[in-house]
């Protein structure tokens, strides 16, 4: 039986109504199967740079840029190679012949998408067994395949690990995970938060609904792990995750479009303000002798989701207006100023988001100047305060953008986000957690 009476209706990122009156809980990280996948997916799969690997020994060139060994070097065509090297590291990665494990060949040959199998991970505690796995069995590969001498095959692993464990991430190297290393999170259940906007812009082939749809299971996942959707906070969250991640009601997409032409951030506001009360979310408290009315709500969590919607509607309609990112910041900022003024409740994340505005605007516009919405990410210590509702505003932002910034998306992204597009789940995500949804609602 379902612990909370919320029930939305699904929509799709075209605004087509999916399902209706699904369970909240259906939507919930806990309980919904696509969204385990994803989770799972994102500890699995692991891109190589073949090419990478390739030039970096021919040249030398290893363990970062500039980086040179110089008298070093060795010619192998792995990219002509791929499908042999591919069929090569998918046995020494499975377990059984029967498990999940995946090597998939991407353009023509410079790039691998690997999927771990499962029982790799489980049979361990951390999430870095996707790419650790996947970096030594492909040193073996490359030694056995290519038939490299003893003296070389040193060159291989810094080719592919690069100057790890030199350094504490793999600097320089040609295996790529969608989760940094443990020791750059910020504290417990932080992994699923230490993901760029980059690598979900371009994951999700820059569509801004699936971006922020990923985006959003990403964060409020990590409210789960974190402890933070626990108890009394979990409905909060849940309510979060479907309206203002997964346009749940269509809210998020009726509010663009009615904006979508003329509409100003103010505008957005109020239509977010009108919805809540025609929904019934919040009425009106008492009118002061000044004519303002200030509003009050029975039901604060809610109150907080119908918010948090507004707010990415205001991203997509004031970045996507300007085809640019960098007005991220502003947004949060005088979203939740004007939402406050017109009712005198709160702003979305009871305040977080809004604080979060001014530390990103500070950094990214004043003293810093070179941090653009891409690189940030929900464990980044300028945006990691607000609880799972800011990061999927940027990563849409991030989607929206025309390519106004001197470090773009796919420079700063490279080859991982490009090459895990390839994975339905992740590319798609509000179809396959829709989908989910529907399957498993009756039982809850």
Not at 87 to 107: A, H, R
Not at 168 to 189: A, D, F, H, R, Y
Not at 303 to 331: D, K
Request: glycine share 10%; hydrophobic share 40%.
């Amino acid at each position: 039986m379902a612990k909370y009476p919320d029930k939305v209706d699904l929509y799709d990122d075209r605004g087509r109504v999916f399902a209706s009156k699904v369970p909240v809980e259906a939507l919930s990280p806990l309980r919904n199967p696509a969204m385990q996948k994803i989770i799972s997916y994102v500890k699995q799969c692991v891109s190589v740079n073949l090419e990478g690997i390739e030039k970096a020994l021919a040249t030398g060139e290893v363990g970062g840029k500039w980086c040179i060994i110089r008298g070093r070097s060795l010619k192998l065509d792995l990219v002509k190679n791929a499908e042999s090297i591919a069929d090569s590291l998918k046995s020494c990665l499975q377990v059984t012949k029967d498990d999940d494990t995946e090597v998939k060949v991407l353009k023509g040959g410079k790039h691998l998408l690997v999927k771990v199998p499962a029982k790799r991970l489980n049979a361990g505690v951390e999430y870095t067994t996707g790419f650790t796995a996947t970096a030594a069995a492909l040193c073996c590969t490359i030694v056995e395949n290519f038939k490299v001498n003893l003296w070389d095959a040193d060159l291989i692993h810094a080719a592919v690990w690069g100057r790890y464990p030199q350094t504490m991430e793999p600097l320089g190297g040609n295996v790529s995970s969608l989760l940094s290393v443990p020791q750059q999170n910020e504290g417990m259940g932080y992994a699923l938060r230490n993901v760029p906007c980059a690598h979900i812009a371009l994951i999700t082939k820059k569509n801004a609904m699936n971006a922020a749809a990923l985006s959003s299971i990403l964060e409020q996942a990590a409210m789960f792990e974190m402890g933070d959707a626990i108890g009394n906070f979990e409905r909060l969250h849940l309510l979060g995750l479907a309206y203002q991640g997964l346009n749940a009601n269509n809210l998020v997409y009726d509010i663009v479009k009615e904006n979508s032409k003329t509409g100003t951030l103010g505008d957005v506001a109020i239509s977010t303000v009108k919805r809540a009360i025609a929904d019934g979310v919040i009425k009106p408290l008492e009118k002061k002798p000044s004519g303002y009315t200030a509003y009050t709500t029975e039901d604060l969590n809610k109150w907080n989701a119908y918010a948090a919607a507004g707010l990415l509607a205001g991203t997509m309609v004031t970045c996507g207006s300007a085809r640019s990112m960098q007005h991220c910041p502003s947004v949060f900022i005088y979203f939740n100023d004007l939402i406050e003024r017109e009712t005198g409740l709160p702003g979305v994340d009871f305040g977080r988001v809004a604080g979060t505005g001014v530390e990103m605007a500070f950094f990214s516009h004043s003293i810093y100047g070179g941090g653009n919405p891409a690189v940030f990410h929900g464990n980044h210590i300028v945006t990691r305060h607000s609880k799972g509702y800011a990061i999927p505003c940027v990563a849409a932002a991030v989607a929206l953008d025309a390519g106004t910034v001197i470090y773009t998306p796919e420079k700063i992204s490279g080859v991982v986000g490009e090459t895990l597009s390839e994975v339905p789940e992740l590319r798609e995500p509000l179809r396959y957690v829709n989908e989910a949804a529907v399957s498993i609602h009756g039982g809850i």
